[in-house]
């Protein structure tokens, strides 16, 4: 078996949204049918860095502030929720124990969900609350990407996946 076919069937990382859990913040999801199927079939693990770090659903929406995600896993930002709660820590314990998932099923990719203080791979929010993007990537997609897994958004990964149909 060569890399490419042992990359093609190692299982992924997910984010739990995307299967159709409910864990977001505001305790929806994002369901992505294709995703979801991923994950039916044990192709994909779907993790929620943020339930993962020991926050509630629902929770208050939080942003980092100062920074992005690298930032964060260097101490020179914070993540804050729109009550001016620092909820940093717990962003670090979920992406720690994304991590450490990620390392378990020995998944080489991740699909998260762009815009996220957590799983964020391209744009997050600003930090004001004002609906402000910016570049940057949320506290768990800098973390699996200092360790060698690929992170990519539902965006990026749909328009692959579109251009492979």
Not at 21 to 33: E, G
Not at 85 to 102: H, I, P
Request: some cysteine.
């Amino acid at each position: 078996m060569d890399k490419k076919d042992r990359e093609r069937i190692s299982p992924m990382i997910v984010s739990a949204c995307f299967a159709g859990i409910h864990c977001r913040f505001d305790q929806r999801h994002n369901r992505i049918d294709a995703i979801q199927r991923l994950v039916r079939e044990g192709r994909a693990i779907p993790i929620c860095p943020e339930q993962m770090g020991g926050l509630p659903t629902p929770r208050n929406p939080a942003e980092i502030v100062g920074g992005d995600g690298d930032d964060v896993l260097d101490g020179r930002a914070r993540v804050v929720d729109n009550h001016g709660n620092d909820v940093t820590e717990a962003f670090l314990a979920g992406a720690r124990e994304a991590l450490a998932m990620a390392k378990a099923i020995g998944a080489k990719k991740a699909i998260l969900k762009e815009r996220s203080p957590s799983c964020g791979s391209c744009a997050i929010y600003d930090g004001t609350f004002s609906k402000t993007l910016k570049s940057g990537m949320g506290v768990t997609a800098a973390l699996l990407r200092r360790h060698g897994i690929e992170v990519v958004s539902e965006e990026t990964w749909e328009e692959k996946k579109d251009a492979q149909d």
